[in-house]
């Protein structure tokens, strides 16, 4: 089943494959759809699956700032909106979990729920230090930053990917977008979910404590956690299987669709 692409009106790039429950999945900083593959491969036999390059990355990239929360919030709901969903799940990770918090709380209308992964904090980001490395020497950011994110260690392939995800992103949108990061705060949004939100996290994250996400999960009125052992910030490729039986667990729990399912 080959994904279409499509493009929002705003300028989104978007794949969309399948038929059934919509899930959209949300990429973390200076990556792109791409890191949804195997996820994506999963879930779209029996789901609708719709994955975008958010603003400023990936096929997005030729989309405008300001790259604030509002303005993603905004791309998210737009995307929403112009594909039709209904009781969709949103799935991110880490920025992508960020925005995805903030989207709900602002508007959960075409919603059924949330899985958060890796869900970061500025309190835990060190932005200005970040955005120095990036202005110093960029493509050597990149490299280490594949490298930070690829523990356990993944295959010199999955690394390389990992970096041309991160040097692929332009670095004005890079150092925007971790100014952002360097302010958002997750708890008090956690507490204002009206839906049913799956926290999950690396037990080993050494970029974003799962600290984080048990204190989320708390704060959510429906809040779940899911700890993920033997595995680092980039769950989605690090536990590829228990990240999947998470997600999993989560859809199957959520009450079914009232309509009939999307058809290709």
Do not use: K
């Given at each position: 089943?080959?994904?279409?692409?499509?493009?929002?009106?705003?300028?989104?790039?978007?794949?969309?494959?399948?038929?059934?429950?919509?899930?959209v999945?949300?990429?973390?900083?200076?990556?792109?759809?791409?890191?949804?593959?195997?996820?994506?491969?999963?879930l779209?036999?029996?789901?609708?699956?719709?994955?975008?390059?958010?603003p400023?990355?990936?096929?997005?990239?030729?989309?405008?700032?300001?790259?604030d929360?509002?303005?993603?919030?905004?791309?998210?709901?737009?995307l929403?909106?112009?594909?039709?969903?209904?009781?969709?799940?949103?799935?991110?990770?880490?920025?992508?979990?960020?925005?995805?918090?903030?989207?709900?709380?602002?508007?959960?209308?075409?919603?059924?729920?949330?899985?958060?992964?890796?869900?970061?904090?500025?309190?835990?980001f060190p932005?200005d230090?970040?955005?120095?490395?990036m202005r110093?020497?960029?493509?050597?950011?990149?490299?280490?930053?594949a490298q930070?994110?690829?523990r356990p260690?993944?295959?010199?392939?999955?690394?390389?990917?990992?970096?041309?995800?991160?040097?692929?992103?332009?670095?004005?949108?890079?150092?925007?977008?971790a100014?952002l990061?360097?302010?958002?705060?997750p708890?008090?949004?956690a507490?204002?979910?009206?839906?049913?939100?799956?926290?999950?996290?690396?037990?080993?994250?050494?970029?974003?404590?799962?600290?984080?996400?048990?204190?989320?999960?708390?704060a959510?009125?429906?809040?779940?956690?899911?700890?993920?052992?033997?595995?680092?910030h980039?769950?989605?490729?690090?536990q590829?299987?228990?990240?999947?039986?998470?997600?999993?667990?989560?859809?199957?729990?959520?009450p079914?669709?009232?309509?009939?399912?999307?058809?290709?």
């Amino acid at each position: 089943m080959t994904a279409a692409r499509h493009t929002t009106s705003s300028g989104v790039s978007y794949r969309r494959r399948g038929a059934g429950r919509p899930i959209v999945f949300l990429h973390g900083w200076c990556l792109n759809g791409a890191l949804w593959t195997y996820e994506e491969d999963l879930l779209a036999a029996d789901h609708d699956v719709i994955t975008p390059d958010l603003p400023g990355f990936g096929r997005s990239d030729g989309v405008a700032g300001p790259y604030d929360m509002d303005a993603y919030v905004a791309a998210l709901l737009e995307l929403l909106e112009e594909t039709g969903v209904r009781d969709a799940v949103l799935v991110g990770f880490a920025f992508g979990a960020d925005v995805a918090l903030s989207a709900a709380v602002r508007d959960d209308t075409r919603l059924a729920g949330l899985v958060l992964a890796g869900i970061t904090s500025g309190a835990q980001f060190p932005a200005d230090r970040m955005v120095r490395s990036m202005r110093r020497d960029w493509p050597d950011f990149a490299r280490r930053s594949a490298q930070v994110l690829c523990r356990p260690p993944q295959s010199e392939a999955t690394r390389d990917w990992v970096e041309r995800m991160f040097s692929g992103s332009q670095l004005h949108v890079g150092t925007e977008v971790a100014e952002l990061l360097g302010t958002f705060e997750p708890s008090p949004l956690a507490s204002q979910l009206a839906l049913p939100a799956l926290f999950v996290h690396g037990a080993n994250d050494d970029v974003s404590s799962p600290d984080l996400s048990r204190v989320c999960s708390e704060a959510a009125p429906q809040g779940q956690l899911a700890v993920l052992e033997d595995c680092g910030h980039l769950l989605v490729l690090d536990q590829r299987s228990a990240f999947h039986d998470a997600v999993a667990s989560f859809l199957a729990d959520l009450p079914a669709l009232p309509d009939s399912p999307r058809s290709n």
